[in-house]
């Protein structure tokens, strides 16, 4: 297991796990989307890991788009944060997730993501 997130500060969440920090961006920063891939795709050629899980946001989204086109297999969660609407990242992740999920039943759809619980 690996977790990866762009703020070094959640290193203490996840006790002696393998922890990474990404290059974070969002869509107002363009040079800085092309350098969070990047460092995406570097960490994934090094972990060369059986999944990717992402709950949300560029970097996320990034992480499943790089990981499907390395043949890896793809699961997003969309953030229960998005409680009235998918992200904008979620509603992309379709395109590049073996398993799309969200958290709200009243966002799930036929030919998009599925609702299968939450975490509350």
Same mark, same amino acid.
């Given at each position: 297991?690996?977790?990866?997130?762009? @703020? &070094? *500060?959640?290193? #203490? =969440? +996840?006790? =002696?796990?393998?922890?990474? +920090?990404?290059? %974070?961006?969002?869509?107002?920063?363009?040079?800085?989307?092309?350098? $969070?891939?990047?460092?995406?795709?570097?960490?994934?050629? /090094? &972990?060369?890991? %059986?999944?990717?899980? $992402?709950? *949300?946001?560029?970097?996320?989204?990034?992480?499943? @788009?790089?990981?499907?086109?390395?043949?890896?297999?793809?699961?997003? +969660? %969309? $953030?229960?944060?998005?409680? &009235? &609407?998918?992200?904008?990242?979620?509603?992309?992740?379709? #395109?590049?997730?073996?398993?799309?999920?969200? /958290?709200?039943?009243?966002?799930?759809?036929?030919?998009?993501?599925?609702?299968?619980?939450? +975490?509350?």
């Amino acid at each position: 297991m690996i977790y990866a997130t762009a @703020k &070094e *500060g959640y290193k #203490s =969440d +996840v006790g =002696d796990a393998k922890f990474r +920090v990404i290059v %974070d961006a969002n869509r107002s920063n363009k040079l800085g989307l092309l350098r $969070s891939a990047w460092s995406i795709f570097m960490l994934l050629r /090094q &972990e060369d890991p %059986d999944v990717v899980i $992402s709950t *949300g946001a560029a970097p996320g989204f990034f992480a499943l @788009k790089i990981g499907r086109m390395m043949g890896i297999r793809t699961i997003w +969660v %969309d $953030s229960i944060a998005n409680a &009235e &609407e998918l992200s904008m990242s979620g509603d992309k992740a379709g #395109s590049c997730a073996d398993l799309w999920l969200t /958290q709200w039943p009243h966002l799930a759809r036929k030919n998009g993501p599925s609702c299968i619980g939450n +975490v509350l």
